[in-house]
């Protein structure tokens, strides 16, 4: 059973940054594809950034150019550096492999002055 385990999530000021990680147990990380979501207080989940096996990444259109997905095969984690960010990035952010369509717990991320 593959667990992800996410981390690195806070409290930050707008226009800062953060360095959201999720570490993945199993031998399946290396063929999945994985995501970021984040879903905000009476909205819905939505994608944030995605990356496939082979490194390709979409990102979600409010994000482009200030957030950037990352994997290392190696180590089973994916990474998410979170740049400039603004109130409205505000949620919980969670990890997702597929397949077979995991989710992690989640971790909060607040943008506040």
């Known amino acids: 059973q593959v667990q992800l385990v996410e981390s690195g999530g806070g409290l930050v000021q707008p226009g800062g940054s953060l360095r959201l990680s999720c570490a993945a147990s199993?031998?399946?990380?290396?063929?999945?594809?994985m995501g970021w979501y984040r879903q905000a207080p009476g909205k819905q989940r939505e994608l944030v950034a995605v990356?496939?096996?082979?490194?390709?990444?979409n990102y979600g259109d409010s994000v482009k150019g200030r957030f950037t997905i990352s994997r290392d095969n190696d180590k089973n984690t994916v990474a998410l550096q979170m740049n400039n960010l603004k109130p409205e990035d505000t949620a919980v952010y969670y990890c997702?492999?597929?397949?077979?369509?995991?989710w992690g717990r989640g971790t909060p991320v607040t943008v506040s002055s």
């Open positions: 997702n492999l597929q397949p077979p369509n995991i």
């Open positions: 199993g031998s399946i990380f290396r063929l999945s594809v």
């Open positions: 990356i496939t096996s082979i490194g390709i990444t």
